[in-house]
């Protein structure tokens, strides 16, 4: 108590209350600490270290890094012109099809119409709308070391088994048309006869347009009789078998309507001309004096030949 007591009635030293008496006898302040011009100057340099310091420590701007912001910067405004690209595709190719539509009827060509348009449902160019499902497929999910949980799971060296890759949706798909899917898309994407599924790197490209995980395959079809025929085919069976040995993630639902969008990318490859319902013929006579009769042919025409009698 006495120590703590001395502490209280006398904080300052004795020897700095001494000096402070000599400096006041002397005509000088008792203190300099905070009117030293030296003391400010030691602080300012003191803050620019610091400052110096924070700046150093954060990551240089490499060349690597520069030209890899610019090849980012490049591929995203690359997508993005093709996305308006496409865009104006399906404005322009809706206006020809109302113009080809308006000049079949005008010719009464209403067979070739129907025909037209089978075929453009066959090949995947128009979008379509019925009852089917969806399929979402997902990675796994991604397992957390206890002994390091901040760690970046793709820094691992180890095959990760739970990743969706290009092969299991070829066959997830395939498994899909032979359980009698009409049309298929993946994340909005149309899959046709012409469609490539590929893996380039970490990305799943379907002709050469980028996936993102979830990859939501959309089927029309018979929504009960498709979910059995593919469950019980080779394609339920691989997804089955996914799902069970390594985690991958799947759901299968059942939609009254769901929309599978045309493929604007196919594009014409073969056309001929078709003959207009009014055709000029040309009327070749070659007479003939066989019995009496003069036989008149008329080829190249749809009407039917006729055969006059001399008298």
């Known amino acids: 108590m006495t120590l703590i007591t001395e502490m209280m009635q006398r904080p300052l030293d004795p020897g700095y209350a001494a000096a402070a008496e000599r400096r006041q006898e002397s005509g000088l302040p008792p203190a300099t600490g905070r009117r030293s011009p030296m003391l400010v100057i030691v602080a300012v340099l003191i803050g620019a270290l610091l400052g110096t310091s924070a700046f150093a420590l954060r990551a240089p701007t490499t060349t690597a890094s520069r030209i890899k912001l610019d090849l980012v910067g490049r591929i995203e405004a690359g997508r993005a012109h093709a996305d308006a690209q496409i865009r104006l595709i399906n404005t322009l190719r809706n206006e020809i099809n109302t113009a080809q539509d308006a000049a079949l009827i005008q010719q009464s060509q209403t067979g070739l119409t129907a025909k037209l348009s089978s075929l453009e449902l066959a090949a995947g160019t128009v979008p379509v709308t019925g009852p089917g499902l969806v399929l979402t497929v997902d990675d796994a999910k991604t397992k957390v070391d206890p002994n390091n949980p ?119 490859q073969k056309a001929q001309p078709v003959q207009s319902a009014v055709t000029k013929h040309a009327v070749t006579r070659a007479p003939t004096t066989t019995g009496g009769t003069a036989t008149t042919t008329a080829p190249q025409t749809t009407a039917p030949q006729t055969t006059e009698t001399s008298p």
Do not use: C, M
Request: charged content about 20%; proline content about 6%.
């Open 150 to 268: 901040d760690a970046d799971p793709r820094t691992s060296s180890g095959p990760d088994q739970g990743k969706v890759i290009a092969r299991d949706l070829q066959i997830i798909i395939n498994g899909l048309w032979a359980a009698g899917a009409e049309a298929i898309s993946v994340n909005g994407h149309r899959i046709t006869s012409r469609a490539a599924i590929r893996f380039a790197g970490a990305a799943i490209l379907v002709d050469y347009r980028p996936l993102t995980r979830p990859y939501a395959i959309t089927a029309i079809g018979d929504p009960g009789s498709l979910n059995v025929e593919f469950t019980d085919n080779s394609g339920g069976s691989y997804l089955h078998s996914l799902t069970t040995n390594y985690k991958v993630r799947s759901n299968i639902q059942n939609r009254s309507s769901v929309v599978v969008p045309g493929e604007p990318a196919l594009s014409l």
